[in-house]
């Protein structure tokens, strides 16, 4: 296999996510998966036991991967606004296969906190859940450090994390890549305010995104 | 049928909402709801067509009351500003109830996206989409009346009711009546992000809230 052939398990993956993010996780059938992929249903089972658990690790890839994302915009940047703004737009910077894995995540956050009765299942269940804690604790250190360094007014850095992490996630509820508002506009508007949400005034946001 | 009385549909609608606020829509049975209603699985056919039915209905049931709450916080308050603040604080006075079904929104919206071929259950699905709609254009309305009357800067009033829809509504994915923070204390935090978030500047925020 070389590097430029992804695996039947990443295929199928990106298959899963795209018919997920389009058709709904309901309405999608394991057959459809598989004939995407060009594989017959039962070949599906070597990979995955289930649709159900399918959807665990497309789950916990597309959070792992926003995880991924954020560290490589915070690496190296000794400045927590200028980092958080580097955050922000790479949050905005996304490939059409990107924003369906956002949407499956807004449409089946949900199922995460169901428990499984099948021990396959539900080991892929708690580990998605728990690359969303990773996500969470990741964003909750940098505010608290951007509060220790006095870049943003002190307050409960966890309740901010679930701030800006909801109505980040809420977007891709609503968001279709070919509607009426483009992409940069959107996230011109969500940027600001994530800024303020964090406790900049409205001059100080302005400015940093002007400076920046 | 008294007052004090509620219908069987009404029944079976609160019954679901714990259940699916609980357990999970797909855990839940259907005769899991009528054995906490007291009928038999056959009984509850008279009134859904089937679960997911009932779930389009729960969900534009608990959108629909929180449209008649914002009109019921809105109405004769002259000020904008303080509109707002009755508002948020109505949105945060919730019983354990109230708690459930928007546990259930968050946790189902995703549902409401997909198409339906029975024509009951696409009619209700619809009609959630049309009470979602229209509590989003309250919301619409409200600002845009806020923008004029220069309470709040001028922006894109269909944004700015996305944010605050979806920051609100994402705080039920992982609050849990019983967990570390108290309400009060998640109201407070949330309360004052939706003031910064409509351009109030972290220092107006608190002015208004302490006159209040």
Known sequence: MTRHQPSKHDQILS????????????????????????VGPTALYHYFESKQHCLYVVLGRAIESFRT??????????????????????????????????????????????????????????????????????????????MEHGSIPADDPRLLARAILGLYTSIWGWYRPNGVLPLPRVADFFIDRVLVLVGLTPDAARELRMTA
């Open 15 to 38: 298959v899963a996510t795209e018919r997920f993010g389009r058709d709904g996780y309901d309405t999608t059938k394991w057959a459809d998966i598989a004939a995407d992929v060009g």
């Open 69 to 146: 994302r954020f560290e490589a915009s915070t690496a190296g940047q000794p400045d927590p606004l200028a980092a958080l703004l580097t955050v922000m737009e790479d949050c905005f910077d996304l490939a059409p296969h990107d924003i369906m894995q956002l949407r499956v995540v807004v449409a089946e956050q949900g199922r995460l906190s169901v428990q499984r009765t099948s021990p396959r299942e539900e080991e892929a269940r708690e580990a998605a859940l728990a690359r969303a804690r990773e996500l969470r604790l990741a964003w909750v250190m940098f505010l608290e450090h951007a």
